[in-house]
C-alpha cells in the first residue's frame, strides 16, 4: 500500500509558507534599501571629502567634474549615476553635495554634522514608500534639496 499526503497536509505546507514568505518579505526589502543607501553614504563622504579639497585649492563651490574622484558613470553634460543614486557637488542645489534616489523622491545631503535626507521635494516620480529617518537612522532636514 502506498502512502503519499494529504490533500490538507499539502494545504498546510503552502500556507505555513505563505505566511511565513509576508513576514519575511518587507524585511528583505528594508535591508536591500538600506544596503543601497550605504552605497550611496560611502560614495557621498568621497564626493564631500573631494569638494572640500577642491573649494579650498580654488576659493568657489566646484562642480563634480572638477573633483579628483568618479564616482558611477559620467555623461557629459550630465551627473554621475551609479544604479540607484544621481551624485552632485556644492556648485548644485543647495551649495552642498548631495545624493538622489532614483527610485523614490528621497535626497541626502552633506552637512557639517552628518549626512541628512529630506523627502517629498518633488524631484523623482514616487513618494517614498517607508519612513526614512527610521530605516537609515539619519536625521530629516527640510533644507536638503535635490532640485
Known sequence: MKRGFTLIELLVVVLIIGILSAVALPQYTK????ARFAEAFANLKTIAQADAVCQLATGHACAI???DVQ??????GRYPETEYFWYAA???AD??????????DVCLCVRESGIVFSTGSGCAS??????YGALLNIPEDETCSCC
Open 31 to 34: 535591508a536591500v534599501t538600506k
Open 126 to 131: 514616487a513618494d517614498p514608500s517607508m519612513n
Open 90 to 92: 556644492s556648485d548644485a
Open 95 to 104: 551649495g552642498s553635495p548631495y545624493a538622489q534616489y532614483k527610485k523614490e
Open 65 to 67: 567634474e572638477d573633483l
Open 71 to 76: 564616482v558611477g558613470v559620467s555623461s557629459p
